[in-house]
């Protein structure tokens, strides 16, 4: 019982910080085409967060980057994936928190075509499978090639 309280407590703080405001370990994005170069179709992986980080929240950050840059290292050469790590805090980026109906830090997938944004997934169990990684990284591995397949 008392873990399931730090549980709970843990996932209110990361919320609390969410949207209260550190920077993460990783580059702002990653993969080939981040300027525009690439393909007019591509599939979008961000990783939202705020400034104020909790464990937890760096951690699905780390599992998230591991993850596809190990399985999908091709398709961000070609920029037929892209990876973005974004503080929905610095200035532009608060309208990801409408667009998306973020409430806590979370991976997006997002198909783009011509510049225009046509499916988006919120991978919410990433936070109920943040203490297994082969779990974590199957699901976020298994939701991007679905994902890249659709596109």
């Not at 008392?2 to 843990?10: D, K, S, V």
């Not at 609390?16 to 992986?45: E, I, M, T, W």
Request: glycine share 8%; hydrophobic share 40%.
């Amino acid at each position: 019982m008392a873990i399931g309280r730090w549980l709970l407590l843990a996932l209110a703080v990361c919320m609390f910080s969410f949207f209260c405001g550190a920077s993460g370990a990783f580059p702002r994005s990653a993969g080939a085409a981040q300027d525009g170069n690439g393909p007019a179709k591509y599939v979008q992986v961000y990783y939202f967060h705020g400034k104020i980080r909790c464990y937890s929240c760096n951690r699905i950050e780390q599992l998230t980057v591991e993850t596809v840059r190990q399985f999908f290292q091709k398709e961000l050469e070609t920029g037929r994936l892209r990876l973005s790590v974004v503080n929905v805090e610095d200035p532009g980026n608060s309208h990801f928190v409408n667009d998306y109906q973020l409430y806590s830090q979370s991976v997006i997938l997002s198909e783009r075509d011509g510049g225009r944004e046509v499916k988006w997934k919120n991978l919410i169990r990433v936070w109920e499978l943040l203490k297994d990684d082969d779990r974590f990284k199957e699901y976020v591995r298994t939701e991007v090639e679905a994902f890249l397949a659709a596109s």
